[in-house]
């Protein structure tokens, strides 16, 4: 994968999720590519449509005891439990970073993971001032890895519409929001941060789980529990990604098990705007460029003119 | 941190395998074995130091298991770069994703994919000393290749502390290349007094033990921590903790080696 082959292209490969434009359909998951320049030695991570950038929270965070991580069929259990190094730090340290990604026409997306709404409020007002390259926030409601805010945000109705609207009226920037996979109803939840003013959702986290070693008859996980990613949760991820465009019309960045054109295809046919590789990156690092790429591929093979066409395409009848 | 990062500081890319050596058993009662692997390093990756590690995933780029192998040699002009790590399943049809260097069945020989120097390898000191190397179970490996590294005048010690309960040497005495010989962590420990730099590699117990055993010295230890590793391999994912008085680094950009005193084991 290279940049020739994407200027080479004949599809239109630009995206919009909401007010949000991007060169390309294709991001970096949070949590799984740092603060955007930890694979800068591989590849130009400016190639990208945009970073979702490590999960943020008002204050530092230590992050889970290990073990952090165990692989299962398909899949890979995590908890990191939202280690970072805090908003006031990253306006120090790198909002020069995102500058320098917007610089590259690659959207750096500030991924936010608080505990409470007032953190998620005092973080906004922190990035607005300090951050001005931000080009749009992850609010991220459902980390299934921490304690205090994550799953009890994004399953509560009334604690969802709230902090959503309390950001809403804090930033003119756009508002994504991660929801959490398992809720009972997917679209009811879509429907919560559509009213109150998001300008997409983000479907989806991982999904919480947990190993066994029954050999020392202990966790695989330090935390204990954890999150479900890769290819096992694909399947699962698609069908709430085309429940919720079907129903809602809501911009998706679609998320769950990528690691080939073909599956980001079938995120965006079931109505994903832009898509996230997420763990598919640790057993191949340059899998977002090769997905872009074989995205690209699949539209001119299929005569597609611009890959927005893709976005709820899925065939029915 | 710039997103100008050369690239010339990673090489990633599936190399050729030129030869393949293995020795073993280095762990009584299991099937573990050591493994060299030399390899074809292009022109253009960087020249890597003995002791220094790559990301190694044994079945090419994508194939999802990646772990860390040590430097054994890099020969300049050939380009020649010999890796070791253990090997585990050998027998079996189908080898646990915890090994590195799987036997492959005859007919199969992808290339694999390799990323690195990775964060921080052994570093001799700058002036000559007494050297010891401390090993235990598979992760001693690296210490043995390690130690291949080495020149003669190098005034080393290198003991292999035998598994808890077990009998069994490890490695196999004999061996014609390895330094190391076998024994107990007390009679290592012994050994090892006068040494003024120690690198030490073992399961996180014997990490443990031996960094309060050495508490009240002024020996500089280092620790090869290759335990829970995974993830991304360049420091993005934070998969790969380990706690230190300052808090979590990461093993595969703050390490895999690290300064035992500063190691904190919960």
């Known amino acids: 994968m290279s940049q020739d082959v994407l200027q080479q292209t004949s599809v239109d490969l630009a995206v919009e999720v909401g007010p949000l434009k991007l060169k390309n359909p294709v991001m970096t998951a949070s949590g799984t590519a740092g603060y955007g320049t930890e694979y800068a030695g591989l590849y130009d991570p400016g190639l990208l449509g945009a970073i979702a950038m490590k999960g943020l929270t008002r204050h530092p965070r230590e992050g889970n005891r290990p073990a952090r991580w165990a692989p299962t069929p398909g899949g890979l259990l995590n908890s990191v439990g939202l280690q970072n190094i805090g908003v006031e730090a990253f306006v120090v340290e790198k909002a020069a970073i995102c500058a320098e990604l917007a610089e590259k026409g690659c959207q750096p997306i500030i991924n936010l993971a608080c505990a409470t709404q007032e953190d998620f409020i005092e973080s906004v007002e922190i990035l607005e001032e300090g951050c001005p390259a931000a080009a749009a926030y992850e609010v991220n409601v459902s980390c299934p890895n921490v304690k205090k805010g994550g799953c009890a945000i994004g399953a509560d109705q009334n604690a969802l519409a709230s902090v959503v609207r309390e950001l809403r009226s804090r930033t003119t920037k756009p508002l994504i929001v991660k929801l959490l996979p398992l809720v009972t109803d997917i679209v009811a939840m879509a429907k919560v941060v559509q009213n109150e003013g998001a300008d997409g959702i983000t479907l989806v986290n991982t999904i919480p789980a947990m190993g066994i070693d029954a050999k020392t008859r202990r966790p695989k996980l330090g935390s204990v529990t954890g999150g479900l990613s890769g290819p096992a949760i694909k399947p699962l991820a698609l069908r709430l990604v085309y429940l919720t465009y079907q129903a809602t019309k809501m911009p998706i960045i679609g998320l769950g098990g990528i690691q080939t054109g073909e599956d980001a295809i079938e995120y965006m046919l079931a109505g994903a705007s832009a898509v996230a590789i997420g763990c598919g990156q640790f057993s191949n690092p340059r899998a977002p460029l090769m997905v872009l790429e074989e995205m690209a591929a699949y539209c001119e093979e299929q005569g597609v003119g611009s890959i927005r066409e893709l976005t709820g395409g899925l065939i029915l009848e | ?266």
């Open chain 2, 1 to 266: 941190m710039s997103l100008t990062t050369p690239a010339s500081k990673l090489f990633t890319g599936e190399l050729p395998l030129l030869s393949s050596d293995s020795y073993g058993p280095v762990s009584s009662g299991e099937d573990v074995a050591i493994r060299l692997k030399t390899f074809l390093l292009p022109e253009e990756a960087p020249a890597p130091q003995p002791g220094q590690f790559y990301l190694v995933s044994p079945f090419g780029e994508g194939s999802g298991v990646t772990f860390p192998a040590v430097v054994v040699h890099f020969d300049a002009p050939s380009r020649h770069l010999k890796l070791a790590a253990y090997s585990s399943g050998l027998e079996q049809e189908d080898p646990p994703t915890d090994a590195l260097f799987f036997s492959e069945p005859e007919g199969f020989e992808p290339d694999p994919w390799l990323a690195g120097p990775l964060g921080h390898g052994i570093v001799l000191p700058p002036e000559p000393m007494p050297i010891g190397l401390l090993a235990c179970g598979p992760q001693g490996v690296v210490l043995d290749g390690f130690a291949r590294s080495l020149s003669e005048d190098v005034d080393l010690t290198a003991c292999w502390v035998r598994d808890a309960g077990s009998d069994e040497a490890t490695p196999p005495p004999g061996h014609p290349f390895t330094p190391f010989h076998s024994t107990t962590l007390d009679e290592a420990l012994e050994e090892l007094e006068w040494a003024e730099w120690i690198a030490v590699a073992g399961p996180k117990a014997f990490l443990k033990e031996v960094q309060q055993r050495l508490s009240g010295t002024d020996q500089v230890l280092r620790a090869y921590f290759g335990s829970d590793f995974g993830g991304c391999g360049v420091g993005a994912c934070l998969l790969c903790p380990v706690k230190t008085q300052n808090g979590y680094a990461r093993q595969c950009a703050d390490g895999p080696v690290f300064d035992l005193r500063e190691l904190v084991f919960e």
